[in-house]
């Protein structure tokens, strides 16, 4: 297996965390193996707002603000906490004039006005494939069309989404959420969704909601993001094969979290996501022959492969990697970065993995 580093973070990613107990190599029926799926881990969207909070930080100093969490995980956001980076809930818990990096969930238009008020320098780290959502929603809202937004409530990106039409917005949580919500224009109904969600649910959402709705439009292309859809197709290669996935995401990571079910529900015979190797339980892995690993888009690889490692000491030394598909895509970086104080061309203005290569 070939060693993949993807450190947005450097070395920092390598930060010494307690000694885990390590696991026992317990004997099973069959030759004991990993099933690594490949596309799994950052995306473009995530690898560019890291890389921006991280640059934000090296042009204008310590403390750089940031609203919520920069991306959904802890390790990520604990190491950018430690190099200065601040993270807030809200606008008006930002100093007056400091520099305010806005998350790859994105933002309402109301959040921007909230910081210009304030007399913050805002630095946008909205993933464009986010902003594309929000475009679509002030376009429709614009036509005069009832938008229906399939997410999940709560979801930052969803408050985002929301914001640019709030007036014109109904939210469908659920499939079960297509039967029951109330509409004022069934004839101009146009649906969109969250980046994050699993393909299946969503279409089977849809269904429901055309059911009732027959009129209900398409949106132009897909708002599932390419990092959502391709980590759920190689789960879906890998599970029909594992006795176990293990899943690394944080909990409030919706790509990750949609990882462990689209695994159950393409026949793992158990699914378990986790933050850290050191939360693998001995019992998840009695009677496995074989494991899955993939981990959400916002997961460093260094994680992974620490996963790999807690995974050979328990006897899944043989790790063969499963492949659905190439990733090359890359963000450049919010205009704001795009030069060092100097007035030059940033090198990882393209990017931090282009940066990195
Ligand atoms: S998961 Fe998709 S929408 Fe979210 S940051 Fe990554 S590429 Fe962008």
């Known amino acids: 297996m070939s060693g993949i580093t993807n450190g947005a973070l450097g070395v920092a990613l390598a930060a010494p965390r307690p000694q885990r107990a390590p696991l026992e190599d317990r004997p099973v029926a069959g030759r004991k193996r990993v099933l690594l799926a490949s596309p799994r881990g950052y995306c473009a969207g ?36 430690q190099r200065g980076a601040v993270f807030v809930d809200e606008v008006d818990q930002v100093p007056e004039g400091a520099h305010l990096v806005f998350s790859a969930h994105g933002v309402s238009p109301a959040v921007v006005q909230a910081a210009a008020d304030r007399g913050l320098a805002a630095i946008d780290a909205t993933c464009p494939l986010v902003t594309k959502v929000h475009r679509e929603a002030t376009r429709f809202a614009g036509q005069g069309r009832q938008i229906l937004l399939i997410g999940h409530a709560g979801h930052e990106e969803v408050e985002g989404t929301m914001g640019h039409a709030p007036e014109r917005t109904v939210l469908v949580n659920s499939p079960d959420d297509a039967d029951r919500i109330e509409v004022d224009d069934p004839e101009n109904l146009v649906w969109i969704s969250q980046t994050t969600l699993s393909v299946d649910e969503t279409m089977e959402t849809v269904r429901r909601l055309r059911e009732r709705f027959p009129a209900l439009q398409d949106p132009p292309s897909d708002d599932i993001c390419y990092a959502t859809q391709n980590r759920q197709v190689a789960i879906k290669k890998v599970a029909p094969e594992a006795d176990l996935v293990i899943v690394v995401g944080s909990a409030n990571s919706s790509n990750s979290v949609r990882l462990v079910e689209v695994a159950l529900e393409s026949g793992a015979r158990a699914a378990h996501r986790i933050d850290y190797a050191d939360e693998i339980r001995q019992e998840w892995l009695d009677g496995a022959v074989t494991v899955g690993v993939t981990s959400g888009a916002s997961v460093p690889e260094v994680l992974v492969q620490e996963v790999l490692a807690a995974l050979a000491e328990a006897g899944y030394g043989e790790v063969e990697e499963v492949r659905t598909a190439e990733e090359d895509l890359m963000f450049s970086l919010p205009k704001e970065l795009r030069s060092t104080p100097d007035g030059q061309a940033d090198p990882r203005a393209l990017g931090g993995r282009a940066a990195r290569a």
């Open 46 to 81: 995530v690898d560019r707002a890291v890389v921006a909070v991280e640059k934000a930080l090296e042009s204008f100093g310590a403390p750089v603000y940031v609203r919520k969490q920069i991306v959904h995980n802890v390790h990520v956001v604990s190491e950018l906490e």
